[in-house]
């Protein structure tokens, strides 16, 4: 009996090991916690199924594309690409981070994420008839792994053995290294055509159209001007949940203009449907739209607020000191800024997760202390002592209390008052800098900040250069200083390596502008990429919000948790928004409704 019993237990323990590495076989992928849409629902949210289908979309474009790549570093690539390339699953945009089916019917992924194997749609088809197949999949993972956008390069970077295990199914194994995060990372893989980069050159920019599992492909084009997507008959995901209400359009031009003042009078004269502002006192002018019959829609957020701020280059020698950043962040005067330039409708921005959960606030403690205090020599003591706050003002202008501190701040890095402005005591160098801007707009919103500099003795030329130009010299971090937005989603991950990693900061192409180095930041990335609970995730994105802020890497600006957007009347939209607002592909043309309802 006692061996009887014996045996009856090691067969149980040997069935739960064997479980416990089995995979887990399904449709959808949460970062954390479940999914909330569950098999066999009909539509996201946030769609509206009954859109009618056809019409003509016309948008606007600022600037000019040469390039139909969007994998490269170099060249800039057309709006609307991601109307021709899908990946394996596809992200709901009223959740944190899940995937729903796409490309791949379902998968299997073993309990400690080391492993995923994704089947493939069987109907998946590329935009000109061939069938999608588990070759194409490896091909664009190990091209985008070797030749890819850096980001893809570190992300693809941390898998370990890909392999074909049938003629529908491909498997990805992860290093031990790689975040839980991965596998959704590499589930939002945009898949490429082998047999078209077999006859394309993958490394070099190009104008001609690609193959793509989209449900759209590139009819016409002319650089500078317009490029057209037309939505392809019988494509392959029509009847698909994840597609229900969206892509409803049969053809989609982007328009592109000089400037933004330029595509709005666009807007006015009938040539483009619809306009994101961004301008506070533009949207604020009740006489803009002349009488026209363009509707004015508000549209919120449901994100961290994007951090929309002035970038450091620390790779400069004079924004090296902690002290001096701490200056010059101080003379910001945003209650100014917001009161005479953007008509109040503004908040502050502080925190890199301002408006969520991942916000910094008050003093470290418990579990967030313990991750800080390892790193206590290389972060700034008033961390550990003090909450972070911004320098408020008074709105006035005056800001003598901010410019007292901030010349104090100064003469301790050894900078003095000279005939010529602020000249440091030992090297004898002039403090002038340069502010690089891609827009126009930032002429008037910084003026007010160029202004105080110069009551610091620090002269400051604020230089606007064309869109290819811009993009290639924050590739390369040749800049001291720019406008910068880092988006930030209710899960943070891997990206966050990309934005602050010591790697990243010697990558060129990366986000990590300021240049930053540090180990409580790498480490910090790395816990936060390898967060098995939410309260984990919550705490060391907290920790890492917290370093940021005390070393004033950036001047945090202000923003504004709402779409502003502008659309003449046959343009429809759900009545449901996503977290991120709204977007072209759940948009709908009303007079094909009315049409169709009319003929029922």
């Known amino acids: 009996m006692m061996v009887r019993r014996l045996l009856t237990l090691t067969v149980l ?44 979309l016309r948008l606007p474009a600022i600037g000019t594309f040469n390039s139909l790549n969007p994998f490269l570093v170099r060249g800039l690539p057309a709006q609307g690409l991601r109307l021709v390339y899908q990946s394996l699953l596809s992200r709901a945009q009223d959740e944190p981070f899940t995937l729903y089916a796409n490309l791949a019917s379902h998968f299997d992924i073993t309990p400690d994420r080391r492993s995923i194997t994704y089947y493939l749609d069987k109907q998946a088809r590329f935009s000109n008839g061939d069938p999608l197949t588990p070759q194409d999949v490896l091909f664009t993972y190990e091209t985008l792994r070797t030749k890819g956008r850096p980001n893809h390069r570190q992300y693809y970077g941390e898998v370990e053995k890909a392999e074909i295990i049938s003629p529908e199914a491909i498997r990805f194994t992860f290093t031990e290294t790689a975040g839980r995060e991965l596998p959704l990372i590499l589930s939002l893989m945009p898949i490429m ?31 500078g001007r317009y490029i057209t997507y037309e939505r392809i008959q019988d494509y392959w995901g029509e009847g698909r949940p ?44 009740k006489e803009r739209l002349a009488d026209k019959p363009i509707i004015k829609t508000t549209l919120d957020f449901q994100l961290p607020a994007p951090l929309q701020a002035l970038a450091f280059n620390t790779r400069k020698p004079y924004f090296e000191d902690l002290d001096v950043r701490k200056a010059i962040g ?38 967030e202390l313990a991750l800080l205090q390892p790193f206590k020599d290389e972060l700034p003591s008033d961390l550990f002592d003090h909450p972070f ?19 104090a701040l100064l003469k301790k890095s050894g900078w003095v008052a000279s005939s010529e402005g602020l000249r440091h005591k030992d090297t004898g160098a002039n403090f002038n800098f340069e502010i690089l801007l891609g827009d126009r707009q930032y002429l008037k919103l910084l003026s007010a900040f160029q202004a105080n500099l110069k009551k610091l003795g620090i002269n400051v030329n604020m230089r606007v250069v ?100 502008y659309h003449w009347p046959r343009i429809s939209l759900p009545k449901e928004t996503s977290f991120y607002g709204t977007s072209l592909d759940v948009w709908w043309d009303g007079t094909v409704d009315a049409a169709r309802k009319k003929t029922q």
């Open 389 to 407: 706050t911004l320098s408020k003002t008074d709105g006035s202008g005056r800001n003598r209390k901010q410019l007292k501190e901030a010349r």
């Open 242 to 285: 994840q597609y229900a209400g969206r892509h409803n359009f049969h053809k989609i031009t982007f328009e592109y203009f000089r400037d933004q003042d330029i595509a709005f009078e666009a807007l006015l004269a009938g040539e483009v449907d619809v306009f994101f502002e961004s301008d506070p006192s533009k949207w604020a002018n």
């Open 330 to 367: 101080l003379v910001y005067d945003f209650n100014w800024v917001n009161k005479n330039l953007l008509h109040g409708l503004y908040k502050r921005t502080e925190s890199y997760f301002d408006g969520s959960m991942l916000a910094a606030t008050g003093l470290p403690n418990g579990a």
């Open 193 to 223: 055509s082998k047999k078209y980069f077999t006859e394309h050159t993958f490394k070099e920019t190009s104008l001609e159209p690609p193959v793509g599992t989209g449900p759209y492909r590139i009819t016409s084009l002319e650089p």
């Open 13 to 56: 323990m040997i069935a739960f090991l064997n479980s416990a590495s089995a995979a887990l076989s399904d449709t959808a992928l949460a970062m954390h916690g479940g999914a909330k849409y569950q098999n066999n629902y009909p539509h996201f949210d946030y769609t509206e199924p009954t859109a009618g289908q056809g019409g003509h």
């Open 466 to 565: 064309d869109s290819a130009n811009y993009q290639n010299r924050i590739n390369n971090y040749e800049f001291d200083m720019i406008v910068v937005e880092w988006g930030q989603s209710l899960s943070p991950g891997n990206e966050q390596a990309f934005y602050w990693s010591s790697t990243a900061g010697t990558t060129p192409g990366s986000r990590n502008y300021p240049g930053i180095n540090l180990k409580s930041v790498d480490f910090l990335v790395h816990k936060i990429a390898t967060a098995i609970t939410r309260t984990d995730l919550e705490t060391a994105t907290r920790a890492l919000d917290r370093i940021l802020l005390w070393n004033n890497y950036s001047i945090p600006l202000q923003h504004t948790n709402q779409q502003w957007l």
